[in-house]
């Protein structure tokens, strides 16, 4: 059997005084496809933030890649990581985010190649043709020179999902990445989506309020409620045999 | 070098020059005040030459040195052809000040105006209010508020820059410290003291004015009330 | 008195004097601007508090009497007289301005909106990295239309240089009106005009300034 890729271990988070995350136990898989659905205020962000580094768990381990991200040996003792130590482990992991946050001061291409050529250090040419190939895949091949705010919110997005796609990541994340489309823009970025879904090799996490495109295309369905997995399967097994009142509810909301 | 003495003993002698100080500066805002009104009625006429050159005459006066217009107004007023009349360095300072800080004065009631929406006139009109009306009841109420803050920062800018006034030989702290200084060849005690006196003045003020905006802004600011409510939110 | 072939051909003796101090506490000031902005924001408490001394008290009182203290201070604290007039108007004005454009320099990095780091982060960049790719290029934007604005103020500040004897457009100015009292209405008319017109590339600069700035916030 492979070994999971990311492994949380009795993961909590709170901010201030509200608790989050009451103890969150997860394996994702190499390749894995993995939706993360439930009602808003459950965590859902929280839980690909921490892998993202964007937020610091206050207790549990999360591991990728058999390295533990937010912990580190020093003589001897685990410590609190620093940043070196979060930007080697946190190199196989891609993130898209619910508000794009394209470069506004780049053009398309330069919002690509930017981290590429001074993050991993690679060859110029080699990533501005990997970077114009992936705008292409998105549909975007005719606005590399343009800037995001020449764009609607689902190209922005498309860029930010090539944006992503060219540092190869291992991992990615999707962060409620249709949310703040206009309804009419939101099919163009699920198409993208699930031609990377099949064409590509990562694993993949998505937090979306999209419940039929998620059971869709997922391998595995989380339902967050409350802070905890409530209840987790193959898309089939969480709608249909799922005895979870909750879940239930949430879905019958979804699908009428 | 430093002495203790000397400090001592320079401040009650600079101290004497506060009142003029404050006086100057409380009298030149209100002049200020009052003429930036002028601007903004000048700005308001709808005839385009005019509008530019008061435009042009504003920019010129707001970035030429206010010293050199304190200078005209005491040494050249009084032999101006016709109107030549001399003022008291006190007037001189009031007037040029107060025309200098006057222009910022004049955008700030603009921008107190423009900040009232499109939306919140027609409203008004829709509602069939009197022109007086519209003004009293509907956009002065939203215009004003905003713009306080923003006066109490031109105020302490104000009183920072009246020391100048000093080189018209107006009495205030600058020109006790100045003459102290030079009686007692004790300039870095008594400027020390001038700056302890500005400082324990604007920075509490300032202060003061920052809170005030915050509080402005929570009332006024959609965006700073989504934001609140926003924090009020749990994370998902 | 004619003001083209007598006033002015007078003031320009000055012009070099007030160019050179306004360059150069300009560049001065935007040092000062940059290091003590970012000081404000650094993790150090010992550093943070010390600049925010540095910005309370040159923001707190006048330049005028930062100009005549360290006019007074300087050659006793360096002992003898080591700094040139020149050098103290550059130092008071620089440190006067550097502390206002500290201020600018903070809130505009603090205005780029923290999805742009949390970008940055994902696209794997040290801290370093975000800073000098995401944050900065965004906050020079926001800064320009201030930091014209503030070189207008610094143009005006100069003309206090004469207080301390330096040889300006002001000083030309002033020596001639005390042999022509009667043209002193004149004369004092074209040197406001001479530091207008310095002032006008600073204006339109400030202006186009202010267009790019709105462009590129907009994401």
Known sequence: ?256 | MWSWDRFNEAFPHVLQGLTMTVWVTLLTFLFALIFGFVWLFLRRIPLRPLNWTVTWIMEFIRSTPPIIQLFFMYLAWPVLPYIGVTLSPITCAVIGLGIHFSTYIGEIYRSGIESVGKGQWEAATALNFSLIDKWRRIILPQAIPPTIPMLGNYFIILFKEVPIAATISVQGILYMANTFGARNWAYIEALTIVGIILLALSYPSAVLIRKLEVKMNTRFDKNAVIKKIEKGVRPS | MNPITEIAPQLLRGLQTTLTVLLASALFSYLMAFIGGLCRLSKNFLLRKFTGLYIEIFRGTSLIVQLFWLYYAIPILFDIDLASNWVIGVIAIGLNYGAYLSEVVRSSILSVAPGQSEAATALNMSSFQRMRFVIFPQAVRMMLPEFGNYTIQMLKGTALISLIGLRDIFYYGDIMRSTNLAHAPLIYAVVLIFYFILALPLIFFTRKAEEIAKKGVAS
Not at chain 1, 49 to 55: A, C, S, V
Not at chain 1, 118 to 137: C, F
Request: aromatic letters at 6%; glycine letters at 8%.
């Open chain 1, 1 to 256: 059997m492979t070994e999971p890729i990311v492994r949380y271990q009795d993961v909590h988070k709170s901010f201030g005084d509200i608790n989050v995350l009451k103890g969150i136990d997860l394996d994702i898989f190499p390749a894995e496809k993995v939706a993360i659905i439930g009602p808003s205020g459950s965590g859902k962000t929280t839980i690909i933030r921490m892998l993202m580094t964007l937020e610091e768990p206050s207790s549990g381990d999360i591991i990728v890649d058999g390295t533990n991200l937010w912990k580190m040996k020093k003589n001897g003792t685990m410590v609190e990581a620093n940043e070196k130590h979060l930007r080697s482990v946190r190199g196989d992991i891609g993130m898209v985010f619910q508000h794009f946050n394209l470069f506004p001061h780049m053009t398309i291409l330069e919002n690509c190649m930017t981290a590429p050529i001074h993050v991993k250090g690679e060859d110029k040419q080699e990533v501005e043709e990997r970077s114009i190939q992936m705008l292409e895949r998105v549909g975007l091949g005719d606005k590399i020179h343009n800037y995001p705010s020449q764009l609607s919110g689902g190209q922005k997005q498309r860029v930010a999902m090539a944006r992503a796609l060219v540092m190869r990541p291992k991992i990615m994340l999707f962060d409620e990445v249709t949310s703040a489309l206009d309804p009419e823009l939101v099919g163009e970025v699920l198409e993208v989506i699930r031609d990377i879904a099949e064409n590509d090799d990562m694993a993949m996490v998505l937090v979306t309020h999209e419940m039929d495109f998620a059971l869709d295309i997922a391998d595995k369905v989380l339902f967050l409620d409350e802070g905890v997995i409530a209840e987790q399967g193959s898309a089939t097994d969480v709608i249909e045999h799922s005895q979870n009142e909750r879940l239930r509810e949430f879905l019958s909301r979804f699908r009428g």
